[in-house]
């Protein structure tokens, strides 16, 4: 994985209450999270570093062909104590993928330990590759 830090702007959706039905869109800074893709026949395997992150505050979603991955760090404070000066600013973590329709977006799995995510995809039976016999005469 890289050492080099990247941020990003885009675009989040909120549903704050409204007049009209559309959702208001906000723009923030994100923090580009790490991440290594690991790839065989059967699936592929994305890993990202998300530290600081806990499962209430990470979404993984599919959304019309693309993979996303939004989430937002916490900084823990210690049982019995009270945060009297905060001059930590609370990371937010956004990447995205575009996925092939090989991939069966249904059946994603998602595991999150000691902040790494780690999201195994597999391809539909249909895209995976196979041998096909060839017959003489």
Known sequence: ???????????????GVQSTPAK???RRMSIVPA????????DITVVADLPGVSKDRLAVKVLDGNLVIEAEASV???????LQRAEMQVPGYYRAFT???DFDTARIEANLQDGVLKLHIPRREE???????????
Request: negative net charge.
């Open 35 to 42: 991440v290594d893709v690991f790839e065989d026949k059967a």
């Open 76 to 82: 823990p404070t210690p049982d019995g104590l009270r």
């Open 127 to 137: 895209a995976r590759p196979r041998r096909i016999d060839v017959k003489a005469g």
């Open 24 to 26: 208001s869109v906000e």
């Open 99 to 101: 996925l092939s329709p």
């Open 1 to 15: 994985m890289s050492n080099a830090t990247q941020v990003v702007e885009h675009e989040a959706q909120t549903s």
